[in-house]
């Protein structure tokens, strides 16, 4: 996806920032700072929201944050007295004030990848995904054992990485803890603290399955075809296609046939 403000341009799923058409190098801390402001507009992100966020589980002076924020304004061509971007509460904390557009960059395809956590699908598209309990992570796993920012997962045409983020009770593949950038495949079970999550690759070339009430009606098989058995008027006229429902043919109607088993609207 693609945010723009101002004139600057950011691209969420490289992240890259773009300004007057030429690319901003931003270090990590900033680019998280600036996502995180971005998907909580206008809602202000409290001073001790963003130590959690940028420095988790460690303590860092005010200073840290007042100095990280006067960078990424300066990248962003903002300052603190004409806040057109990043607007200051006093002694509570950030806003994104900025006015926003943004567009779907198109894609090659389907997601290749995907996470089973209980019984929700998350897709993976290419690019990176942090998985956490917070509100503005891409996958969010709101439980007790997940930490705000645990993993990030990294998915590059169909193959995927996963490393830790300092989390509080570790990620684990296939019950190994993992302290490393660690590759993951179908049928892998992560673990975020207590959550269990299943990596499925999926195939969006496989074709679909018809079932007994397709277009084309139920299948006969080759033996049903081919019997010489007779078969009674009623059994050879009825259509199947859920259990409790028989639909009779048009010429059966006013005959009987079957009556007892139609829907009542027939």
């Known amino acids: 996806m693609n945010i723009s403000f101002g004139d600057c341009n950011l691209d969420l799923s490289a992240r890259q920032l773009w300004r007057d058409g030429k690319v901003v190098p931003l270090e990590p801390k900033m680019y998280e700072l600036l996502n995180v402001l971005i998907k909580k507009r206008p809602s202000v992100v409290t001073n001790n929201e963003l130590d959690e966020i940028l420095w ?108 830790d983020l300092s989390s509080t009770n570790g990620t684990f593949v296939n019950e190994t803890i993992i302290s490393q950038r660690t590759h993951i495949a179908n049928g892998n079970r992560i673990a975020l603290g207590s959550e269990v999550l299943t990596v499925r690759a999926n195939n969006p070339s496989t074709p679909t399955v018809i079932g007994p009430c397709g277009t084309d009606g139920p299948r006969r098989s080759s033996a049903a075809a081919t ?23 048009p010429e059966d109607i006013g005959h009987g046939v079957g009556s007892e088993h139609a829907h009542p609207s027939l």
């Open 227 to 249: 019997s010489n058995t007779p078969k009674s008027r009623s059994a050879r006229r009825w259509i199947p296609c859920w259990p409790d429902f028989r639909l009779p043919l």
């Open 56 to 163: 988790p589980q460690v303590y860092v002076a005010r200073t840290s944050l007042t100095r990280l924020v006067s960078e990424l304004r300066t990248v962003l061509g903002d300052t603190p007295h004409d806040s057109r971007i990043i607007r200051t509460a006093y002694k509570m904390g950030y806003a994104f004030c900025a006015d926003v557009q943004s567009s779907v960059l198109p894609t090659s395809g389907a997601a290749l990848i995907s996470l089973q956590w209980n019984d929700r699908s998350i897709p993976l598209s290419d690019g990176e995904h942090i998985a956490g309990r917070g509100a503005e992570c891409s996958v969010v796993i709101d439980a007790s054992t997940v930490s705000r920012r645990h993993a990030l997962i990294s998915v590059t045409l169909g193959t995927a990485t996963i490393e």
